[in-house]
C-alpha cells in the first residue's frame, strides 16, 4: 500500500494532513479468530446486559500497564450472539500476534443490541443505554486489569463511525486518540454547528478516513468536521480514499502507519486520571440523560392536535420551512413511527430515522418542505384492524395533510409519505386509501395487502427490509415487490443482509434515500379521468 501527500483544491480544506491512498498491495490475511477472544457479558448500573469480546495481551503481566482499544462494530453486527462483532478485521488486526509482539494491548469488541446503536440520538432508550453500558464497561475493565488511563483508544466503522463522535462527546477526556471510518457527525446539525459541537472534543487526537464514493455516508462530512477540529485548535487527520465507497475497514485498518501514529498518542499529563476521576465520570454518566445540543430536533417542530367530528384526537408534530413565503409552493411529508413510539407525550415519534431524514437542516436548507410527524395512541396502530378495518388514526393523519394544504402554500405534486415497522405498514396502506395521491413513499420494515397492489402501483414506492428480521417477515415485503411490479408499478426494494428488524438506520441514512424521495415528483401524465382519492373522515 502506497501514501503519498496531496493538497486538496477546495478552500479551507489544503492545510489539514490529507492524504490518498493507492491500492496495489493485497488483502491482508488475518491469522486469528473470533475464538482468540474471550466471550464475556456485562450488566451496567441500570441492569442492561452489554455482551462484549475481550482479548488479553498474552504473558500478561500485572506489574505492567497496557493500553486499551475499543473497537466498535457497523449496524449489519448487531446482536447477542457475541460473536458477529469479534470476526470484523477492525477488532482481529490489533491481536494479530505481529501486531501484539509489537504493541501488546487489550482490545474491547462490545456488541449493540439489535435495537439500538451506538450514539445518542435517542430513537428508543436503549440507544442512550448502549453507550452508558459501554462506557461503564469500561470502567470495570480498569479496575480487573492493570490498563494504561492514558493510553485508551477509539475506533468504529459505519454506525461505529458515526456513534464514536458521540461517545467522545460524552467522555473527551478519556480517551487518547480516537479513529473513525465512514462515520458522521450524526446530530442532525447545520454545516455552522460543526465548530460548536466538535469544541467538546476538539482536543482529542483523530484520524478519520472516508471513502471518497460513499454512498451511504457522503466524505465531506468527514472533512467538515476535521476542518472545524483544526480551526478550534486541533490537529485532525483526514484520510480521503479515492475510489472507494462504504466498506474501507481492510483498506484501513492494515496501514502501519496508522498503528504507529495510534499508539504513539497518550493523554497529557495536565488532563487527571485515577481512580477518583472514575467515580467521579461514573457518578456523572449516571446523571447524563442526553447532552443538550441533542434537544434541538424538538425545537424545530410546534406541538398540535387534531380532533375528528367523532371527538376522535391525534397529536402530530409540526415543522414549518425556515423562512416560509406563501408566494412559493412546498413538499410536504408525512412520517409514521414505529410502534414503541406509540402513547400521548407527543415527543417520541420525533426520534424516528425518517423524522430525522426529514427534518435534517442540511436537507432542510436545500429543499425546503412541510414535515407532520404524529402520534399514535399507545394500544393503537396505523395498520388495519383484524376485520380489514383502516386505522382511524390514519385517517387522522392524513385528514391533517388535507389541512396543511388548505392553509398553507402546498406543491400537490410533490406530497410524500415515510415509515418503519407499524408506520411502514401504515405506508402501505395510505397508498391504498388514496391512490396517486402521493409523489412517492419510503416503506420500511412493514407489510402491506398484495391484493391492493393495484391501487399502490399509482405511487413510486422505495420499500427496505432486514433479511433476519425476526418481527416482520421479509417475505412480506418481496411478496408486495412482486404484486407492485405485476401490477405495472414503479417499485424498488432494496433488502439488507443479515439486518434483523430495525432496518431504518440503513434505510433511511443514506443520502441517496432522500435525494430519491424529494426528487420525486407526481406524474402531470396521469390519465385526467383517474381521480385522486381521498378517503374523507368527519371533521373536514
Given at each position: 500500500m502506497n501514501i503519498r501527500n496531496f493538497n486538496i483544491g477546495m478552500a479551507g480544506l489544503a492545510f489539514f494532513s490529507f492524504f490518498t491512498l493507492g491500492f496495489a498491495a493485497k488483502a491482508v490475511e488475518l491469522t486469528v479468530t473470533a475464538d482468540d477472544f474471550e466471550p464475556r457479558t456485562f450488566t451496567d448500573s441500570r441492569g442492561e446486559s452489554l455482551p462484549y469480546r475481550l482479548f488479553v495481551p498474552k504473558n500478561y503481566d500485572q506489574s505492567k500497564s497496557y493500553p486499551l482499544i475499543v473497537t466498535l462494530h457497523g449496524g449489519q453486527k448487531r446482536g447477542n450472539d457475541n460473536r458477529k462483532q469479534?470476526?470484523?478485521?477492525?477488532?482481529?488486526?490489533?491481536?494479530e500476534p505481529a501486531n501484539q509482539a509489537k504493541n501488546p494491548c487489550f482490545v474491547f469488541a462490545p456488541q449493540c443490541p439489535s435495537d439500538s446503536k451506538w450514539g445518542l440520538l435517542i430513537e428508543n432508550p436503549k440507544i442512550y443505554s448502549a453507550v452508558r453500558s459501554l462506557l461503564e464497561a469500561i470502567d470495570a475493565l480498569e479496575k480487573e486489569f492493570k490498563i494504561d488511563r492514558r493510553r485508551i483508544y477509539i475506533t468504529g466503522h459505519s454506525m461505529g463511525g458515526t456513534g464514536l463522535y458521540s461517545i467522545i462527546a460524552t467522555q473527551p477526556d478519556r480517551f487518547a486518540a480516537a479513529v473513525p471510518l465512514s462515520g458522521r457527525l450524526d446530530w442532525g446539525i447545520e454545516d455552522h454547528d460543526f465548530k460548536q459541537h466538535a469544541s467538546l472534543f476538539a482536543h482529542v487526537p483523530i484520524w478519520t478516513f472516508h471513502g471518497g464514493d460513499d454512498p451511504?455516508?457522503?466524505p465531506d462530512n468527514s472533512r467538515r468536521m476535521a476542518q472545524a477540529i483544526k480551526e478550534l485548535g486541533g490537529?485532525?487527520?483526514?484520510?480521503?480514499?479515492?475510489?472507494k465507497e462504504h466498506d474501507i475497514p481492510p483498506d484501513v485498518y492494515p496501514m502501519p502507519e496508522?498503528?504507529?501514529w495510534l499508539f504513539a498518542q497518550r493523554l497529557p499529563d495536565s488532563i487527571p486520571v485515577?481512580?477518583?476521576v472514575s467515580a467521579k465520570r461514573a457518578g456523572e454518566l449516571k446523571k447524563l440523560e442526553i447532552l443538550p445540543v441533542f434537544d434541538r430536533i424538538k425545537n424545530r417542530f410546534v406541538e398540535k392536535k387534531y380532533k375528528d367530528g367523532s371527538g376522535r384526537t391525534l397529536a402530530y408534530q409540526f415543522l414549518v420551512p425556515?423562512?416560509?413565503d406563501p408566494s412559493k409552493s412546498y413538499p410536504l411529508a408525512l412520517s409514521l413511527h414505529s410502534r414503541d413510539k406509540c402513547g400521548d407525550d407527543n415527543k417520541a415519534q420525533l426520534f424516528v430515522m425518517g423524522t430525522k431524514m426529514l427534518s435534517h437542516m442540511q436537507n432542510q436548507a436545500i429543499n425546503p418542505c412541510f414535515v407532520v410527524v404524529p402520534q399514535c395512541p399507545k394500544g393503537q396502530t396505523w395498520e388495519k384492524s383484524e376485520d380489514g378495518l383502516n386505522s382511524p388514526f390514519l385517517q387522522c393523519a392524513l385528514n391533517i395533510l388535507d389541512l396543511v394544504e388548505k392553509d398553507y402554500s402546498i406543491d400537490s405534486d410533490r406530497i410524500y409519505i415515510v415509515g418503519c415497522d407499524i408506520g411502514g405498514s401504515g405506508v402501505w396502506e395510505a397508498l391504498a386509501m388514496r391512490p396517486g395521491y402521493f409523489a412517492a413513499a419510503l416503506t420500511a420494515c412493514g407489510q402491506g395487502d398484495p391484493s391492493q397492489a393495484e391501487a399502490i402501483a399509482k405511487t413510486p414506492v422505495w420499500a427496505f427490509h432486514g433479511s433476519d428480521d425476526k418481527i416482520v417477515d421479509p417475505q412480506k415485503t418481496r411478496f408486495m415487490v412482486k404484486a407492485l411490479e405485476n401490477a405495472g408499478g414503479k417499485v424498488r426494494y432494496t433488502e439488507f443482509p443479515g439486518v434483523g428488524h430495525g432496518c431504518w438506520y440503513e434505510a433511511f441514512s443514506p443520502k441517496e434515500t432522500y435525494e430519491w424521495l424529494i426528487s420525486q415528483t407526481r406524474s402531470n401524465t396521469v390519465d385526467s379521468k383517474t381521480k385522486i382519492l381521498k378517503t374523507e373522515g368527519p371533521g373536514l
Open positions: 469479534a470476526t470484523l478485521i477492525g477488532a482481529r488486526i490489533w491481536i451511504r455516508n457522503d490537529n485532525p487527520k483526514c484520510t480521503i480514499l479515492p475510489g496508522l498503528h504507529e485515577g481512580n477518583e425556515k423562512q416560509y
